[in-house]
């Protein structure tokens, strides 16, 4: 658990529900459920962040347990108090060992403010995201139920991680405008390659507007990034992206 305590009440009840509504479904195949993303970083803001949780199955899940645990916790089957939830079942093998792909049972994304979406196919999503995320278990995840996280997902290789967050900064530029969430993923990035260390977004942009030549630009994406509206500097943003890659990439090929 890293001796972490969730701040919201609310959210740490939403966990406590969908780690109970988990194993309804899947009994003693649940080995555990853990709190990633904003939530473990110590980055969770009410109405902005999503609450990510990774879960860890035993073993292979049937279609007919893969579908009703997406009936079982979407929302407003279940209801969702933040922006949305980003749920991953994961194969408890595949996450004991260090893996460089998606490796996943379930992938939901669902709630009020998020487009739902459902993956039961790890080939068909970007193996970045799933690295990233059990990166994040291991080093920062914050126990629902089951064992302490770093003692069931393996370390990811700092290289693979590098890598992964240079794919995260490829998406963005691939998938969305240059917005608000694309400076701040990439501060997340730099740091890491900087320093190995891996921080929340907003710490990553703490950390970046005291290096960049317009920390103005980093200062913006913070600001709106509760709506994600697109900057009208995508100029700035492309250059920033730019320097952030080939630092990044030099990390990733000394």
């Known amino acids: 658990m890293h001796n972490r305590v969730v701040p919201d009440d609310e959210v740490l009840r939403f966990?406590?529900?969908?780690?109970?509504?988990?194993?309804?479904?899947?009994?003693?195949?649940?080995?555990?459920?853990?709190f990633v993303g904003s939530v473990?970083?110590?980055?969770?803001?009410?109405?902005?962040?999503?609450?990510?949780?990774a879960?860890?199955?035993?073993?292979?899940?049937?279609?007919?347990?893969?579908?009703?645990?997406?009936g079982a916790l979407s929302h407003p089957h279940l209801l969702c108090p933040a922006r949305g939830l980003e749920l991953v079942i994961y194969l408890r093998s595949l996450v004991e060992l260090a893996a460089k792909e998606a490796a996943f049972?379930?992938?939901?994304?669902?709630?009020?403010?998020?487009?739902?979406?459902?993956?039961?196919d790890p080939d068909q999503e970007p193996?970045?995201?799933?690295?990233?995320?059990?990166?994040?278990?291991h080093e920062r995840g914050v126990r629902i139920t089951g064992p302490p996280p770093s003692e069931l997902f393996a370390p990811i290789p700092p290289a693979w991680l590098i890598e992964a967050l240079s794919g995260s900064i490829a998406w963005h530029r691939a998938h969305r405008s240059l917005d608000s969430n694309s400076v701040l993923n990439a501060c997340r990035a730099w740091r890491y390659a900087e320093e190995g260390v891996l921080t929340s977004k907003a710490d990553g942009a703490?950390?970046?507007?005291?290096?960049?030549?317009?920390?103005s630009l980093i200062q913006s994406a913070l600001r709106v990034r509760p709506s994600q509206l697109?900057?009208?500097?995508?100029?700035g943003?492309?250059?920033f992206l730019d320097q952030v890659e080939t630092v990044v990439d030099t990390n990733a090929h000394p």
Do not use: M, Q
Request: negative net charge; glycine residues 8%.
């Open 55 to 70: 879960a860890v199955s035993a073993r292979v899940l049937s279609r007919d347990e893969k579908t009703e645990v997406v």
């Open 206 to 215: 703490s950390w970046a507007a005291r290096r960049w030549r317009e920390p």
């Open 127 to 137: 193996w970045f995201w799933f690295v990233i995320d059990r990166a994040i278990a």
């Open 105 to 120: 049972e379930v992938n939901l994304d669902t709630g009020p403010g998020i487009p739902n979406h459902v993956g039961f």
């Open 237 to 239: 943003i492309a250059a």
């Open 15 to 34: 966990g406590e529900e969908a780690a109970r509504r988990l194993a309804s479904i899947l009994g003693p195949s649940l080995v555990g459920a853990y």
């Open 40 to 53: 473990a970083l110590g980055d969770y803001v009410r109405g902005r962040s999503d609450i990510d949780i």
């Open 230 to 235: 697109a900057s009208a500097d995508e100029a």
